[in-house]
């Protein structure tokens, strides 16, 4: 190259002798151009080299220094876990996504004796009666096809039934009599756990907790071995003001599912995001980042899976604001599904989108027979920064509430499939 440069130079020079100002003018113009092209090159080459090696960074970094860990990072060390609370409900709707790891059926009834409860004053128990469907056992045979596993939801909501449940050894060995009779009938490989009391526990009920998780884990290990535990808790649990003891339980068990949602609700006084990952005690009364940070210092990030909602809360309010006044006893429940059908009428029910900063959120407004909706969900983009976050700080993966809110769409499969999933993986190798 360097030779040929030097041939082209002599040729000029040689030629036009009469013209030598001119000449040098030119030959230093094209000299000029032609260390430009070469560092252009070498720009370019440098730039594919830096990306190809390193992601591009989380839109989320500049909101947080995430200085609570260690090593931060885009590169997951794990495999992330996608695991679906499939609510008895939405059995007939669901459809099962290639992304999925854990279907968790939800769920039966814990009784206050220990029993799980399958008769109710209605009849039989809804949560029984249609995991004995056809529907189900459909469902489970399309889970384990792609070699994916298929958990248990035992629930116990009511604190009289917890209080008693918990202080009663009897009552404990009738739960694990009967979870054997139930995993013995059916392909449950796993068992979750959802005691959620409202209110403050005692210090006693929250050791009282724990020593059942304890047991409970070292009977699955005794039996079987092969069934993995998780125990749901609420984001909030992190204070330490629930019936969870954090550091002990995560000894016990494979999962904790951090219930990262329902910030805001259905009795909210204000609209607001329902899984607002920013914002903190200055916009909300707190956010998921500020309780992660606090479950990461007591239980390995690999242990956590992040509760991530395919589904909002929607209220009537006093104006389009963002962050409106609502009305009493106008909040419901806003699916994907359902979000999507206000979407596509834009023009009916003059439908106006927004984008809250702080929480990481969308939201909508809409006017229906002359009153005014606010209706916060989540989108593609925020579930992608959710999958961000559960990237840099490494967690064991997510758990979606709930299979069938996202009614025929793919869309949020596709940001999964894309920031966290191994089936692009699989299919690839």
């Given at each position: 190259m360097?030779?040929?440069?030097?041939?082209?130079?002599?040729?000029?020079?040689?030629?036009?002798?009469?013209?030598?100002?001119?000449?040098?003018?030119?030959l230093?113009?094209?000299?000029?151009?032609?260390?430009?092209?070469?560092?252009?090159?070498?720009?370019?080459?440098l730039?594919?080299?830096?990306?190809?090696?390193?992601?591009?960074?989380?839109p989320?970094?500049?909101?947080?220094?995430?200085s609570?860990?260690?090593?931060?990072?885009?590169?997951?060390?794990?495999?992330?876990?996608?695991?679906?609370?499939?609510?008895?409900?939405n059995?007939?709707?669901?459809?099962?996504?290639?992304?999925?790891?854990?279907?968790?059926?939800?769920?039966?009834?814990?009784?206050?004796?220990?029993?799980?409860?399958?008769?109710?004053?209605?009849?039989?128990?809804?949560?029984?009666?249609?995991?004995?469907?056809?529907?189900?056992?459909?469902?489970?045979?399309?889970?384990?096809?792609?070699?994916?596993?298929?958990?248990?939801?035992?629930?116990?909501?009511?604190?009289?039934?917890?209080?008693?449940?918990?202080?009663?050894?009897?009552?404990?060995?009738?739960?694990l009599?009967?979870?054997?009779?139930?995993?013995?009938?059916?392909?449950?490989?796993?068992?979750?756990?959802d005691?959620e009391?409202?209110?403050?526990?005692?210090?006693?009920?929250?050791?009282q907790?724990?020593?059942?998780?304890?047991?409970?884990?070292?009977?699955?290990?005794?039996?079987y071995?092969?069934?993995?535990?998780?125990?749901?808790m609420?984001?909030?649990?992190?204070?330490?003001?629930n019936?969870?003891?954090?550091?002990?339980?995560?000894?016990?068990?494979?999962y904790?599912?951090?219930?990262?949602?329902?910030?805001?609700?259905r009795?909210?006084?204000?609209?607001?995001?329902?899984?607002?990952l920013?914002?903190?005690?200055?916009?909300?009364?707190?956010?998921?980042?500020?309780?992660?940070?606090m479950?990461?210092?007591?239980?390995?990030?690999?242990?956590?899976?992040?509760?991530?909602?395919?589904?909002?809360?929607?209220?009537?309010?006093?104006?389009?604001?963002?962050?409106?006044?609502?009305?009493?006893?106008t909040?419901?429940?806003?699916?994907?599904?359902?979000?999507?059908?206000?979407l596509?009428?834009?023009d009916?029910?003059?439908?106006?989108?927004?984008?809250?900063?702080d929480?990481?959120?969308?939201?909508?407004?809409?006017?229906?027979?002359?009153?005014?909706?606010?209706?916060?969900?989540?989108?593609?983009?925020?579930?992608?920064y959710?999958?961000?976050?559960?990237?840099q700080?490494?967690?064991g993966?997510?758990?979606?509430?709930?299979?069938?809110?996202?009614?025929?769409?793919?869309?949020?499969?596709?940001?999964i499939?894309?920031?966290?999933?191994?089936t692009?993986?699989?299919?690839?190798?």
């Amino acid at each position: 190259m360097q030779k040929s440069f030097r041939n082209a130079l002599s040729f000029f020079e040689d030629s036009k002798s009469d013209k030598k100002p001119k000449q040098k003018t030119w030959l230093g113009a094209l000299k000029l151009g032609f260390l430009a092209f070469l560092t252009l090159i070498l720009a370019g080459l440098l730039t594919i080299w830096w990306f190809a090696e390193e992601p591009l960074e989380s839109p989320i970094s500049s909101l947080t220094s995430f200085s609570f860990l260690r090593s931060p990072t885009m590169k997951p060390k794990t495999e992330k876990v996608v695991y679906g609370f499939l609510p008895y409900w939405n059995i007939s709707k669901v459809a099962i996504q290639p992304e999925l790891t854990h279907l968790s059926y939800f769920g039966l009834t814990i009784g206050a004796d220990g029993s799980l409860i399958t008769q109710t004053e209605d009849g039989t128990e809804p949560g029984f009666s249609k995991m004995s469907s056809d529907d189900f056992l459909v469902l489970t045979n399309q889970v384990a096809a792609q070699d994916a596993e298929v958990e248990l939801v035992l629930a116990q909501f009511n604190a009289d039934d917890i209080t008693s449940f918990l202080a009663n050894e009897k009552a404990q060995e009738n739960l694990l009599t009967s979870l054997d009779s139930v995993l013995l009938a059916y392909p449950f490989t796993g068992v979750n756990i959802d005691v959620e009391l409202n209110g403050s526990p005692t210090e006693k009920m929250r050791n009282q907790f724990t020593t059942f998780i304890q047991k409970l884990n070292q009977h699955l290990d005794t039996k079987y071995g092969h069934i993995t535990l998780s125990v749901d808790m609420y984001a909030s649990g992190a204070e330490g003001t629930n019936i969870w003891d954090i550091e002990a339980v995560g000894k016990e068990v494979d999962y904790i599912v951090v219930m990262a949602y329902d910030f805001h609700r259905r009795q909210s006084s204000q609209a607001g995001p329902v899984a607002p990952l920013f914002g903190g005690k200055d916009v909300w009364e707190n956010d998921i980042n500020t309780y992660l940070q606090m479950f990461v210092e007591q239980v390995p990030a690999q242990k956590i899976l992040l509760g991530v909602p395919f589904y909002g809360y929607e209220w009537q309010t006093t104006s389009r604001d963002s962050r409106s006044h609502t009305f009493p006893n106008t909040g419901a429940t806003a699916s994907y599904e359902r979000v999507q059908e206000l979407l596509k009428q834009r023009d009916e029910l003059a439908v106006e989108e927004g984008w809250n900063e702080d929480a990481l959120s969308p939201f909508i407004s809409y006017v229906e027979d002359g009153e005014i909706y606010v209706v916060y969900y989540e989108n593609s983009r925020s579930i992608s920064y959710k999958l961000d976050y559960v990237n840099q700080l490494d967690l064991g993966g997510i758990a979606i509430w709930a299979l069938g809110y996202e009614g025929s769409s793919r869309e949020l499969w596709e940001v999964i499939n894309k920031k966290i999933s191994n089936t692009v993986q699989t299919q690839t190798n």
